[in-house]
């Protein structure tokens, strides 16, 4: 049972760091696409970097949000992941517009910068942590592989994010979250999960029921004590086995719906 319980609390946590992931990701882009939007309204000729300068900080923030209402309870003193996302999704945009024009000459430019700017922005990150976490260096790596996925996808379509209109407004910020929070949150999260590993077995009372009837075994000698009054532990696994990945994937069930109903204007 104790390995069961791991077993079902870690897929849990998995497929909740896909939704962290996912929802970080949506919010974040959401909130600059608005803001962009104002700032447009204001300012006469806005640098099409505007929209980039905005997204990068607020991605971070929102995803280091969504991320910390996940590993909170497994690890202490973790707020400072919030300031840490922060500060390396804003520290990786300006390395991107001050280094790009040094990598304009590569042929492999595109792979070559993206991995400069995470890993020095991963770094910063790691130096944030480094006091507060434990395996705070599997923290960094985690955080670097969702940066370097949504760095790589926010250049390809990120202006294109910034020019959505109508009814493709919700479809085009779902659709960016979901291309790039599903991969990199696949990866991560296995990550995420072997990081949290050694508290997972005390993350539910999946089998409180059978120990309350052992101890009652063990120790009781009053033949009038009937089975039937001990709590069956059937309902209990099935509720937990419901909370536990039945809501995550409900979750993903009804983001996947809003996307197919919304639909996109890019591919």
């Not at 040094?102 to 700017?117: K, L, P, R, W």
């Not at 085009?172 to 291309?179: C, E, K, P, V, W």
């Not at 001990?230 to 909370?243: A, D, G, N, R, Y």
Request: net charge positive.
């Amino acid at each position: 049972m104790p390995t069961l319980q791991k077993f079902v609390n870690g897929f849990s946590i998995w497929l909740w760091w896909l939704i962290a992931c996912t929802a970080g990701l949506f919010l974040g882009l959401t909130f600059s696409f608005f803001i962009y939007s104002l700032t447009n309204s204001i300012l006469t000729d806005p640098s099409p970097r505007m929209y980039f300068y905005i997204a990068f900080p607020l991605v971070g923030l929102t995803l280091g949000f969504s991320q910390w209402l996940l590993i909170r309870r497994y690890l202490p003193q973790v707020r400072r992941w919030i300031l840490a996302n922060t500060l390396s999704y804003s520290l990786s945009v300006i390395l991107w517009i001050f280094l790009d024009p040094f990598f304009e000459s590569m042929a492999d430019n595109q792979n070559t910068i993206g991995i400069v700017v995470v890993g020095i922005a991963s770094l910063l990150l790691w130096l944030v942590i480094r006091r507060r976490f434990t395996r705070s260096l599997g923290w960094a790596v985690v955080s670097g592989i969702v940066l370097i996925a949504f760095f790589y996808s926010i250049r390809m379509i990120g202006l294109d994010l910034g020019q959505s209109s109508g009814k493709y407004i919700v479809g085009d910020h779902i659709t960016f979250a979901f291309s790039t929070g599903i991969p990199s949150g696949v990866a991560s999260g296995i990550l995420v999960v072997l990081l949290i590993g050694p508290v997972l077995s005390r993350d539910s009372h999946l089998v409180e029921g059978l120990a309350r009837l052992s101890e009652v075994s063990k120790f009781s000698t009053r033949p009038e004590i009937r089975v039937a009054e001990t709590p069956p532990s059937e309902p209990s696994f099935v509720k937990f086995i419901l909370t536990k990945i039945g809501l995550p994937l409900l979750t993903i069930g009804v983001l996947a719906l809003i996307l197919w109903i919304t639909g996109s204007s890019y591919p």
